[in-house]
Structures are given as structure tokens and as C-alpha cells.
């Protein structure tokens, strides 16, 4: 079971200082800094009914370093999501009669990410033709590192796997960082159900994510049991996490998490081996304070910092 292995290896100081050490070291805080010393992240979802995923994923990135958190969404959810977090900024979008990003938005989110040193954009977004064809636009659009996840990658597997490829290759920016689960990989490749790749070895599982990051020049974090991190040629397999991290906003945390890394200065495949290990430690923490059926985005939320500390002093 992945987490008797987890509560094993937490319990092993030479196996979690033997991994740790293979890990980049995490961003130093300078005591000259201020808060744009260690980066801006814009955050780009939310929509009515969807306003705690961006909000969860903009509170990880300020718990993981970021300097500033500033969170692009939907209007009608503003004071919403500026009510999760007093720490977080919110920035209002005009948006649609479902209370997702209408047809005006792009060039105010265009604006708002010329002050950006990384962007994360996807959690909580929601599904409609406009997004489908925004995202796309976005990225072609923007040059600082971006975090793509949740409706963000249902929106580029829309394009299809043959649009797609020549998207990708089409880009300037090549400091993209997609984090799919199964469901979500398998329709950006095409697949109607994750149920093919299921079936795969770890091995299987790791040539194709391997194969699909070198192919679109990404860096890919394929989540699930032992996450796969690659950007086509260096691949990292997580030991961390647990069966409770299997709960809605999970993945939200790491996004944010990602994206603090990034604008602290790490590489896109460095900030998603060291962020999902992190995460994944997290998950662990959470799991051993209240039990693995009780594990929550926001519990995971509330163990980032143990994680932290827990990396720095091995």
C-alpha cells in the first residue's frame, strides 16, 4: 500500500535525507528581499460554482514562497474568492451569464500578466466554446513560465492531437508545465477514457508521458500513484503521497505550489519534481494527523509548511 510505504519512508531519516538530497535545494529567502524579490503569480480561473479551486490554488502559492498572489477571475465570483484569503489580490474579468470569463476578457488577462513572473491558469475555469478557444490564445501570447491544469488542458485537447502537436511546436515559450491526471492525459492524447493507459506498467506509463513531453517540448507532471515528472529527456518517479490525496482540490495545491517554485527561480522540471515531492509530503503529514479517509485540499493546504521544513533541515 502506497502509504504504509509513505509512513516507512516519513519514519526512515537515511532513505528521507538519502532522496532529499537528490532534489534541487529549495529557493533561499535574502534578507534584503521584499515581496517582488520572489516573484508575482497571476492566477488565471474560477466561475461560478468552481470559486475555491483558484482560491485554494493562489493560498498554496503564497504558502510555498511566492511573494504576490494575484488572481484574475470572473467577476460575479470576485468577492467570493477575496473571501477565502485576506492575503490574496483579486483581479475582476467580465464575464458570461454562467459566471465564466465572457469574450472581452483576453486583453485585460493579456494586461494583467504583463506584471507577472509566472502564471498559473486552469482550476476552476469551467467548460464553454470561448474558453476553449482563449486558452490556446493565451499561451501563444504569453512569455513568462506557465502552470496549465484542470479546464485549461480540456481546452487544448479540444484542438485535437493533430492541432495539438503543431500548436505546441508553434510556441515561443517553451516553459510550460501541464499537470494532467489519467482522465485528462488521455484526452490530450486522444483517448476517450483513461481506461488504456490503467493498464499500463509504470514503465509503459513512463515512455509515454516521456514520448508526449519531448513531442510538445513541455515539462510533464502525470499525477497519480508514484507521479511521473519529465520533460522528454530527465524523468522523475514521486515516492511520495497517498491514497487520501485522492480528493477535489488536491491537485489545485500543487499548481500553486508549482508555480511559487517557478517564480522563486527554479527551472520548469526542477520547480515539478521538487513541487510534487513536496505536495506529496504534504499529503503524508495530513494523512498521519487525521487519517487517510479525512485527508482535504485544505488539510494538505495546512501541512505545505511542515513539508518545507521538513526538506530544508535534511
Known amino acids: ?62 504558502v510555498a514562497g511566492a511573494g504576490l498572489v494575484r488572481l484574475a477571475v470572473p467577476d460575479p465570483i470576485l468577492e467570493t474568492v477575496a473571501g477565502f484569503y485576506p492575503e490574496l489580490t483579486t483581479l475582476p474579468c ?11 476578457a483576453f486583453e485585460l488577462l493579456l494586461h494583467y500578466a504583463e506584471s507577472a513572473t509566472v502564471i498559473f491558469v486552469g482550476p476552476g475555469l469551467g467548460r464553454s466554446e470561448y474558453i476553449d478557444s482563449l486558452i490556446p490564445l493565451l499561451l501563444r501570447h504569453i ?12 481546452s487544448l485537447a479540444s484542438l485535437g492531437t493533430e492541432h495539438l502537436n503543431r500548436f505546441f511546436q508553434s510556441l515561443d515559450n517553451r516553459n510550460i508545465i501541464l499537470t494532467p491526471h489519467s482522465g485528462e ?36 507532471v502525470l499525477k ?43 527551472t520548469p522540471f526542477d520547480a515539478s519534481r521538487v513541487g510534487v515531492f513536496l505536495h506529496g509530503l504534504a499529503g503524508d503529514f495530513a494523512a498521519e494527523q487525521f487519517g487517510e479517509a479525512s485527508v482535504t485540499a485544505t488539510s494538505i493546504l495546512e501541512t505545505i509548511p511542515q513539508a518545507f521544513q521538513t526538506v530544508k533541515k535534511r
Open 143 to 154: 512569455r513568462c513560465p506557465v502552470v496549465a491544469d484542470a479546464d485549461a488542458l480540456n
Open 224 to 266: 497519480g500513484h508514484e507521479s511521473i515528472t519529465t520533460n522528454g529527456e530527465l524523468v522523475a518517479l514521486n515516492p511520495t503521497g497517498n491514497p487520501g490525496m485522492a480528493t477535489g482540490g488536491s491537485g489545485d495545491v500543487l499548481t500553486g505550489i508549482l508555480t511559487a517554485l517557478l517564480a522563486q527561480g527554479l
Open 1 to 62: 500500500m502506497a502509504y504504509d510505504f509513505m509512513s516507512n519512508f516519513m519514519k526512515d531519516n537515511r532513505l528521507l535525507s538519502h532522496y532529499i538530497e537528490l532534489l534541487p535545494v529549495l529557493p533561499c529567502r535574502s534578507r534584503t528581499g521584499h515581496k517582488g524579490t520572489f516573484g508575482t503569480v497571476l492566477g488565471i480561473g474560477g466561475s461560478r460554482g468552481m470559486a475555491g479551486a483558484v482560491a485554494l490554488a493562489g493560498r498554496a502559492g503564497l
Open 94 to 104: 467580465p464575464a458570461d451569464n454562467q459566471g465564466r470569463f465572457s469574450q472581452t
Open 185 to 220: 492525459f488521455a484526452r490530450l492524447r486522444g483517448q476517450p477514457t483513461p481506461d488504456e493507459d490503467s493498464q499500463k506498467s509504470q514503465s509503459e506509463r513512463i515512455a509515454v508521458a516521456q514520448d508526449f513531453a519531448r513531442q510538445h517540448g513541455v515539462v510533464l
